[in-house]
């Protein structure tokens, strides 16, 4: 690579776009699809928008150490804001563009922002609303001004106009472009170079600052793990506000030289997927699964043909695509059989979804499903995971090339540090990491340990070979009486991976034993008894039917296989389980608005089932108040059955075998 | 803002007049001597119950119908016997109460068939594909597209028609009717079917057209609550009668109108 | 290989040429029945009528010399050694085109909003109408066209598969006529550059508009009666085409006009409505009717290929009338 030593050198990204325009002047650094059009800017002319709205943003009086909100979707003249604003030795500071008035009164009161650029009228309104309660704010700058002609323009301001007094100041004056330059390049990569906000799902927001020298540093890193260059292209579609964001994109972005492509609106990113081909390529898990759907709903409706091709030949790649994918020995007729189904089947579908050239693909935030990240892998996509959060300016783990499972985050990146604490808690230091929570030094002391690690609230431990594994929020993970590691969520997601098991509640902490509350999936196994001529009047029966128990038990098992394999897991696999009489319900409060099972509130509500669990019983009679769906309240009474399930030896190897 | 917006309509030029206007089918009369007029740049609703003869005094405007007398006056001329296609030559564009797009056609095809209108080079010279129709052809895509953009309805900018929900049908109507930049717009029912999000996005569109291009509108409504909000003036007709004329209050107000839709059943 | 698959790969070939003729006159239906709803039965007539038109200029014929001779007793029938064939397909082109603008005049505009059945009958008369004028015009005897397509056996074609035959066996090689080639190629210019010109000009826009909704059509200026115009223009012009292709094979002669009859056959199984479907209907006739003749000809005393393609039909009717491609056309009709 050319001049690494001069890379180094820049240490905030100000300088780094500097260096991209002087490196790579006529390359596109980017896009976005206007009137159905896509637009490109290369590095030099992006530098010049924004040397322009920067010089713009002094003209309104921005200094440096001044604030100033980002709020909108992927736009380019917001990315631009992010450089513009860092320029002056000012602070970005993204704000979730759906974010209810209330919250981002918050962010913008906390954060002190005098200025606040938006993309169009639907956040100058919010603004305008608060104005009251932001006596700071002095100016708001709009991208689209669809709507905002008539409106009262002394603190309001057009982007164009902001940038067209940035013209003309340089064009004025020669002096002024090099004086800018020079105040970049005396900035300090101690400097602030933005302030994240998490989204407050517990809690207020809390302000995540990052400093300058540590955002490139953290980018640096990842951008040599994964091969990054210049040459790559990804599509800008997650929020802006949002680390995963500022991280894969802007950041490594500027170090890398890649080309950032803007959406047209939310509702067109698979169509501009399909446009763009990104080849670096980041979703959570919901979106990898919403794709999997959407595919296998296409193939239903095709041909008989269609489909015999379609699943012939996604056999063939159940399996051997991810052994070619990772470089395995793989027989040469497999190969040939696969690259046939390249040419009819995964070529087209890829190409469909858009993923056609994609080089590095990441997903996170969640598990996923073995079966769901297989698919997409054995299709020839390299889909990793990492594992990571905002305190760490996003990576702490990932997973490298050749060395990808669906159950880790992968192996510590580069130069990051990890411990795990006693109660499973994982801890790190990175070079991405925070400096703090802004204006709130109790906060930060309380996330970080004496000797300056941060702790993350998740439990975890290494696998043999090195990788991180996730189980739990570190809170939830409990001991067995024996003293064994119990997380709950672990087993929980291992049981709800199979599609016929909706839900699934582990019980198990300060007990001897684990075990489970099952959920049937009414639509998945009311499938099953359709084909096999199973007639049912309702859930309840249903969930009782020897044959589905039979098979629930065969899920249980299979798990306990799984876990068996896991020295850390082993001890707790599932003793006993039963199948509830009734669908857990977030209109009666056992799970949150947003489906998450409300652990605590269901051992009470089911205290009998419980009893019964631990008390060795086969059966057990439970009458449940339930509230229907018009509001009325009814009684729900059943006999539950409760079934006893085999465990495995703790190293398990013969049963995994099979 | 032009000096004319900010007229209110009462002062504002007339655009189009309709004078005494009778239209029967076989005997049977369904407009009876109506008169009225709409002003540049107003929103001009036209209610009524069922049956009150609305879209029919809609299709007399659009020359679709022939009325057996009176006379409609457009920008100042006369226009008798006006076919359907003049209309749109010369500056009226519609929707339909029932959507009358091209199914099979894209989003964006069909709002190309709405600047059909406004293409200066022949369907001839286009035949032969050359340069200067080349050249209009994009110039009328760039149009087309600020209409995408303005109706927010990129993402199916390549759909067939025939395949969208009802709700984003309506809009792409819209969109073809806009694509003709027409001075008057006549909208049948455009919320009709639609749930309250829908009704929702629908006027604020209606309003943006006529606030951010100036397009004078003329729209029929069942929905009293919507017209109230959206128009300037009202015109309400009953049996094919003329019975209120004037601003919402004012109609509002109007016993007769009252009476029509509350005390008379009007099934 | 042996020669008996030779054989079958042969009649397959010629089905397939002798396909893309039917197909030819098919298309010019298909055309006019999409954007109008109307089944024009004087397309068959058409593709005569521009032939006899063709050969006429290209041989300097004076037209009407007939009937000259017979008001003016002036002798003269011919005026010149004839033009270029280039200029010829033009100035035929301009004829048919002002065919369409009369058709469109004299018949059509006085025919709005009324029943197919009677537009239908409308095209029996407009095709008796032509037959009569194509008569007076150039004469009916049967002329040959020759307008440079290559034409005759190809002998490349035969030393190739001459080769292929098992050794020893006596196989003189494969016959195709390069006629058939050249209208096979033609016809697949003729589609894509059809499905091109409606797709992605502004004049395929309106047809296809005005082919979707009528009403909407009118509310956004297009004008009926243009579109007509121009629907039948282009029709002609495939009229012409088809008319080239055939008179080049079998001279221009008036049996040309029963031609249109196998078109029939072919939009039943592809559909009225459906382009491709003129052109596979076409090519699975052809074919269908060449084999049939091989292996089924000689148990019924021959002449298969006169009747085949009803049969094929009759059946489609029965089991798919809106054909394999076709909308459901059971209102329209």
């Not at chain 1, 249980?556 to 199948?579: C, H, K, S, T, Y």
């Amino acid at each position: 690579m050319a001049g690494d030593t001069a890379r180094l050198a820049e240490d905030t990204f100000p300088k780094l776009l500097l260096r991209n325009a002087a490196l790579f002047g006529d390359r596109p650094a980017m896009r976005e699809k206007d009137l159905g059009i896509w637009q490109t800017w290369t590095w030099s002319q992006m530098l010049e928008e924004v040397r322009a709205f920067s010089l713009g943003l002094r003209a309104l009086g921005l200094q440096a150490g001044g604030k100033v909100a980002i709020v909108g979707s992927n736009r380019p003249r917001l990315y631009w804001t992010f450089a513009a604003v860092q320029s002056l030795g000012a602070v970005p500071i993204p704000v979730y563009s759906d974010a209810v008035a209330e919250e981002m009164a918050f962010v913008l009161k906390h954060a002190e922002a005098t200025m606040a650029v938006v993309e169009d009228q639907e956040q100058v309104d919010k603004l305008i609303g608060l104005a009251k309660r932001l006596p700071k704010l002095k100016h708001i700058i709009y991208d689209d001004d669809r709507g905002l002609k008539n409106y009262d323009h002394t603190t309001l301001h057009p982007f164009d106009d902001v940038q067209d007094s940035g013209r003309s100041l340089a064009k004025a004056d020669a002096g002024v472009v090099a004086a800018w330059e020079k105040h970049i390049h005396e900035g300090k990569g101690s400097d602030t170079s933005v302030i994240l906000y998490t989204s407050g799902t517990t809690g207020q927001s809390k302000g995540v600052m990052l400093t300058a020298e540590r955002c490139v540093g953290a980018a640096r890193d990842t951008v040599a793990f994964d091969r990054l260059t210049e040459t790559d292209e990804t599509l800008a579609y997650l929020p802006l506000a949002w680390v995963g964001d500022h991280y894969l994109n802007y950041a490594q972005g500027m170090v890398a030289g890649f080309c950032i492509a803007c959406p047209e609106g939310p509702e067109t990113v698979a169509v501009d997927l399909k446009e763009i081909g990104p080849t670096f390529y980041f979703a959570p898990p919901r979106v990898f699964e919403g794709l999997l759907t959407q595919v296998m709903i296409r193939m239903e409706d095709a041909g008989a043909l269609k489909r015999r091709i379609f699943s012939y030949f996604m056999d063939v790649a159940k399996q051997h695509g991810e052994a070619i994918l990772d470089g395995k020995p793989v027989p040469f007729s497999a190969r040939l059989k696969y690259a046939l189904g390249n040419m009819l089947v995964y070529g087209p579908l890829k190409n469909v979804l858009g993923f056609s050239r994609i080089r590095v693909a990441y997903t996170a935030g969640e598990a996923i499903g073995p079966d769901l990240f297989s698919f997409f892998r054995s299709l020839g996509i390299n889909l990793k995971q990492l594992y990571g959060q905002t305190e760490a300016f996003l990576y702490v783990t990932a997973q490298p090339d050749g060395a990808v499972r669906a159950d880790t985050v992968g192996l510590p990146m580069a130069n990051v540090d990890i411990r795990i604490a006693d109660n499973g808690e994982v801890l790190f230091k990175s070079p991405g990491m925070f400096a703090g929570y802004y204006k709130d030094k109790a906060k930060t002391k309380e996330t970080l340990t004496k000797d300056g690690y941060v702790m993350t609230g998740d439990a975890g431990f290494f696998e043999a070979d090195g990788q991180l594994k996730i189980i739990d929020r570190a809170k939830d993970v409990g001991k067995l009486k024996d003293g064994t590691l119990f997380a709950p969520k672990y087993i929980e997601n291992k049981l709800k991976f199979f599609p016929d098991v909706k839900e699934a509640v582990a019980f198990g902490d300060q007990r001897d034993k684990v075990c489970v509350f099952l959920n049937i999936d009414l639509t998945s196994v009311g499938n099953w008894a359709e084909r096999n001529n199973i007639a049912y009047a309702s859930y309840q029966e249903l969930a009782n039917h020897p044959d589905v128990l039979a098979t629930m038990e065969k899920h249980v098992r299979q798990v306990n296989a799984d876990l068996a394999r896991e020295p850390q897991m082993a001890g707790a696999q599932i003793a006993r389980f039963l199948v509830l009489h009734k669908e857990l319900d977030a209109d009666d409060g056992e799970l949150t608005r947003t489906q998450k099972v409300r652990r605590g509130f269901i051992a009470e509500r089911y205290q009998p089932l419980i009893d019964a669990l631990y008390s060795g019983k086969n059966e057990c009679d439970i009458t449940t108040e339930v509230t229907y769906e018009d509001g009325r309240k009814g009684k729900l009474s059943a006999r539950v059955k409760i079934r006893d399930v085999e465990r495995f030896a703790a190293n398990g190897m013969k049963e995994a075998a099979e | 803002m032009s000096l004319v917006e900010t007229l209110p309509a009462s002062q504002r030029d007339i655009l189009l007049k309709v004078d005494n206007i009778s239209l029967s089918f076989g005997g049977v009369k369904a407009i009876t001597n109506i008169s009225f007029d709409i002003r540049v740049g107003e929103i001009r609703a036209i209610i009524g119950p069922n049956g009150a003869g609305k879209t029919s005094m809609l299709n007399v405007i659009n020359g679709f119908y022939h009325p057996q007398e009176g006379t409609i006056t457009f920008e100042g001329v006369p226009r008798p016997r006006m076919r359907p296609h003049h209309a749109a030559t010369h500056g009226v564009a519609r929707t339909f109460q029932n959507i009358a797009l091209f199914r099979g056609m894209s989003t964006l095809d069909n709002i190309m068939t709405g600047r059909g209108t406004l293409m200066k080079r022949n369907l001839l010279w286009q035949a032969l594909w050359t340069g200067p129709a080349e050249r209009e052809e994009i110039e009328h895509r760039e149009a087309v597209e600020k209409i995408i953009d303005f109706l927010e309805i990129q993402h199916i900018r390549k759909t067939p028609v025939g395949r969208l929900p009802y709700g984003l049908q309506k809009r792409v109507e819209l969109g073809r009717a806009l694509a003709a930049e027409p001075r008057l717009l006549l909208l049948d029912e455009p919320m009709a079917g639609m749930n309250r999000e829908e009704k929702e996005d629908m006027s604020r569109f209606i309003l943006d057209v006529n606030s951010q291009f100036g397009t004078t509108i003329a729209l029929i409504e069942h929905d009293m609550g919507v017209v109230m909000d959206l128009s300037d003036r009202v015109v309400v007709l009953d049996y094919g009668k003329k019975i209120g004329d004037g601003t919402p209050d004012e109609v509002r107000a109007n016993q007769d109108v009252i009476d029509a839709y509350l005390g008379v059943p009007h099934e | 290989m042996s020669p008996d698959f030779l054989y079958f790969i042969e009649t397959v070939l010629n089905g397939l040429m002798s396909g893309v003729m039917y197909s030819l006159v098919a298309l010019g239906f298909v055309l006019i029945f999409k954007a109008s709803g109307i089944f024009n039965f004087a397309q068959g007539v058409m593709a005569l009528f521009a032939a006899l038109t063709l050969v006429g200029l290209l041989t300097g014929q004076v037209p009407f010399a007939h009937l000259i001779h017979a008001i003016f007793g002036v002798e003269a029938q011919h005026w010149g050694a004839g033009m270029p064939a280039l200029l010829a397909v033009i100035g035929t082109m301009v004829v048919m085109i002002a065919l369409a603008f009369l058709i469109e005049r004299i018949v059509l505009k006085h025919l709005v909003n009324q029943e197919p059945i009677i537009l239908f009958m409308a095209t029996i008369g407009l095709a008796y109408f032509l037959e009569g004028l194509g008569d007076l015009m150039w004469g009916s005897d049967v002329k040959a066209l020759d307008i440079g397509v290559p034409s005759g056996g190809s002998f490349w074609w035969e030393d190739v598969t001459r080769e292929w035959a098992a050794e020893g066996s006596d196989y003189f090689g494969m016959y195709i006529d390069k006629l058939d080639v050249t209208a096979a190629i033609v016809a697949a210019v003729l589609v894509v550059a059809l499905s091109v010109f409606s797709q992605y000009t502004r004049m395929g826009r309106a047809l296809r508009a005005v082919a979707d909704d009528h009403q909407a059509a009118l509310s956004v200026g297009i004008s009926l009666r243009t579109i007509w115009v121009i629907v039948w223009s282009i029709a002609g012009f495939v009229a012409l085409v088809a008319g080239i292709m055939w008179g080049s094979k079998s001279g221009v002669q008036f049996s040309l006009s029963l031609i249109a009859l196998k078109a029939l056959p072919v939009l039943i199984l592809g559909g009225f409505t459906s382009i491709p479907g003129a052109i596979v209907g076409g090519l699975i006739i052809g074919v269908g009717e060449k084999l049939a003749e091989l292996y089924i000809g000689p148990l019924v005393g021959g002449a298969i290929e006169n009747w085949f393609a009803y049969v094929v039909a009759l059946v489609f009717l029965l089991y798919r009338p809106q054909g394999l491609f076709g909308d459901k056309i059971i209102e329209r009709i």
